[in-house]
């Protein structure tokens, strides 16, 4: 999608990936989709379980449905009541968690040792992130070389994906990660060499809410991304007005997040005159949407 105004304020051709209107309103669905796909039937006959926030957990139960596999999540208390309703209507299993008091990546290996399932974790899977890749890849095709590409970064699994399409196709476009200013686990994993961990996010963007860049993307983001931008709650709430009013799309926090960083001015373009720009979910509520647009 364009906007003839966004190409105005940031004086370069901008030109967005809009996966709210992905099925179930996120890029994760390319992810899930991919993985399960490439099960074998005895993996998919015993089902399949990850740890969500939302959109992830919405995307596997519906892989997992046009599969005819079980599907059980994880999913913390404080997730978006839209998103918990959603994954249910897909016919998944929901099992609560407190994602501040309990460690997720411990209850997953837990429930999917006790029922024998195949975990499909949101971003540190190869099978997710090659499917997640999908977005860049389609984006370029459709709209052509890219100067620089800027994704948000949550685990690191679009990011992951996103940067292995867009460098394999022309490893002169700049990929540049952006995430929230209270949650700059990876900007500072950068700076360190390795991994950071930091407490968890509190920041409006759910989705990306991670203290520690992902064991697998990380490698992968290390080599494949040039830089890594902020943007804070508010730029985020600003961007997805933009988008509401401009573009007349709905955008959650975490899809707005890449685009406000851009609108902030808090991204280095070196130059830059061709921009993809990744929104990466569009799964609020409408009283969550007007109260933090108000």
């Known amino acids: 999608m364009r906007s003839r105004t966004l190409d105005e304020r940031v004086g370069a051709r901008v030109v967005l990936k809009a996966e709210n209107l992905q099925r179930v309103g996120a890029f994760k669905f390319r992810g899930a989709y991919n993985a399960v796909a490439a099960m074998d039937p005895k993996q998919r006959a015993r089902g399949v379980v990850t740890a969500s926030s939302g959109n992830h957990a919405q995307a596997l139960a519906l892989a997992a449905r ?15 009541g839209s998103k918990v309703q959603a994954t249910i209507g897909y016919g998944a299993e929901i099992v609560p968690f407190d994602r501040y008091a309990e460690d997720r990546e411990e209850l997953l290996a837990a429930l999917a040792a006790e029922r024998g399932m195949t975990p499909v974790h949101p971003y540190d899977d190869d099978r997710v992130m090659a499917g997640q890749g999908t977005a860049a890849l389609e984006l370029i095709e459709d709209a052509g070389p890219l ?17 292995t399409a867009a460098k394999g196709l022309d490893d002169g ?60 709650d508010a730029e985020i709430v600003a961007a997805m007005r933009f988008l509401f009013e401009r573009c007349k799309l709905v955008v959650e926090p975490s899809g707005a997040c890449a685009l406000a960083a851009l609108l902030a001015g808090r991204v280095e373009l070196d130059g ?14 409408a009283a969550r949407f007007a109260r933090l647009l108000s």
């Open 173 to 232: 476009t700049r990929v540049v990660g952006v995430e929230p200013e209270a949650g700059d686990d990876v900007r500072r994993s950068l700076a360190a060499g390795d991994r950071v961990r930091i407490a968890v996010p509190d920041t409006i963007a759910d989705g990306q809410q991670i203290p520690v860049p992902g064991e697998r993307t990380w490698p992968v983001i290390r080599e494949r991304v040039d830089a890594v931008a902020v943007a804070s």
């Open 272 to 285: 830059a005159q061709r921009i993809g720009v990744t929104l990466s979910g569009g799964n609020v509520d």
């Open 147 to 163: 100067d620089a590409l800027l994704v948000c970064i949550g685990g690191g699994g679009l990011i992951a994906g996103c940067a």
């Open 66 to 80: 046009l599969h005819d596999v079980p599907a059980l999540i994880l999913m913390p208390g404080d997730a978006p």
